[in-house]
């Protein structure tokens, strides 16, 4: 046969001489069974002659791994407890608890802050009330991540999205039905130990915590959810700003109307920082939201406007600080959160520049911990210019 004659050939081949054949043969003008082979031991013979592709047995290879599916066979169902407790805490999203937490921490510093005098140096805060404004929120902020995967699930968005929400259902670890019973009770759970903290702030916080509950629920439930209509970053940004810090403030500070215009002032920022988080996370997702007809403020404006818009929001809440610690007479300490605007020029610079999803992801998780370093410092700045005009009347004994 042909392939007979084709061996010796190679076998014998010198490598210090080179045949160039300049005839090509055309795929479809040549029969399966004309087309010459070379043997395994053959392919051996050339590779020990040294030439620039080498020739390796497979069975050589360590062990080739492939990445994890996103849809998981049925045996990947049997975890431990362990991985079950990191499957859940990955679903309920718990990074994006500070965008809760940082205007109720707000609010109720502020609320402390007024009660500081000479007379006394310590305040007044009601510790009971806070933790259940802290546990309030936290359950129904991880009902409502629980409830977004469940309806983004029965949607189709991001079913094919490995940089996505939790993705309990998507990656078939929960059954769906068990997602949105477990984000029901939560949501449930929130709203009542909500209304129990709310007894204190009276009938106005009351009503803010029943809008918190609804647009917790409504943001990703139903066709029309409020996502999907381009006002998830205008719910968020009321939400995680004024709703929640005045909300805490009142909890603290009772009924009273007095220096609400001061807190609202303060809740802008802890609100445009959230809002450039959920922004960051559309953006990211643009391509699969609209796709699925999830017709977000990112799909409206498309890329380029939508990083102009991140950017924008990015700088009003450093605007906001500007107005609050410049001012005579303001507490100039404030200004400390200027720390964390390197950080921010090099994220923002990143949104900018990219248009891959895995960069606009890492902006995501950046944008994530300059809010919690934002909050941190600010916080820490009210608290100190607080007790500074007081220390001296501060008891030496709890310094021991």
């Excluded at 029969?31 to 069975?59: F, G, N």
């Excluded at 995501?364 to 909050?375: D, E, H, I, K, N």
Aim: charge should be neutral; proline fraction near 6%; hydrophobic fraction near 50%.
């Amino acid at each position: 046969m042909e392939n007979e004659e084709v061996k010796p050939t190679i076998a014998e081949a010198s490598p210090a001489k080179v045949t160039n054949s300049s005839h090509v043969v055309m795929a479809d003008s040549v029969k399966a069974e004309e087309v010459p082979t070379i043997s395994i031991k053959d392919l051996q013979t050339i590779s020990e002659l040294h030439p620039e592709v080498l020739v390796h047995s497979v069975a050589s290879t360590k062990r080739v791994s492939m990445p994890t599916p996103l849809v998981v066979q049925p045996a990947e169902y049997r975890h431990s407890i362990g991985e079950w407790m990191q499957i859940w805490r990955d679903g309920m999203r718990l990074v994006y608890l500070p965008l809760a937490l940082a205007p109720a921490l707000l609010g109720s510093l502020l609320a402390w802050a007024q009660t500081v005098t000479h007379q006394t140096p310590l305040g007044q805060f009601h510790i009971l009330h806070f933790i259940a404004t802290i546990a309030a929120l936290c359950f129904v902020q991880i009902g409502a991540n629980l409830l977004n995967d469940y309806y983004d699930y029965l949607r189709g968005i991001d079913t094919g999205n490995p940089l996505g929400p939790g993705g309990l259902i998507q990656q078939g670890l929960i059954k769906p039905a068990l997602v949105l019973i477990f984000g029901l009770s939560l949501l449930g759970l929130g709203a009542v130990i909500g209304i129990l903290a709310a007894l204190r702030g009276g009938p106005l916080v009351l009503l803010f915590g029943l809008v918190g509950v609804l647009c917790a629920y409504f943001y990703s439930a139903t066709l029309r959810s409020l996502s999907s209509l381009a006002l998830g970053e205008l719910v968020s940004f009321c939400i995680f700003g004024p709703l929640i810090t005045l909300g805490a403030y009142m909890v603290q500070a009772g009924p009273s109307m007095a220096n609400l215009l001061s807190v609202l002032l303060y809740s802008l920022i802890p609100g445009f920082l959230a809002v450039a988080v959920i922004h960051a996370n559309n953006i990211r997702d643009f391509e699969g939201d609209e796709h699925a007809k999830k017709y977000t403020l990112a799909v409206l404006l498309g890329p380029r406007w939508s990083k102009l818009l991140y950017l924008l929001l990015v700088a009003a809440a450093y605007t906001v600080v500007l107005i609050l610690g410049l001012p005579h007479g303001a507490p100039h300490l404030l200004l400390i959160t200027f720390w964390t605007l390197p950080g921010a020029i090099i994220m923002v610079t990143g949104m900018l520049r990219t248009d891959i999803m895995q960069s606009q992801h890492l902006v995501l998780r950046q944008t994530l911990r300059l809010g919690a370093f934002f909050t941190f410092l600010l916080l820490a700045a009210l608290f100190v210019n607080t007790l500074i005009p007081v220390l001296p009347e501060i008891p030496l004994e709890l310094f021991r």
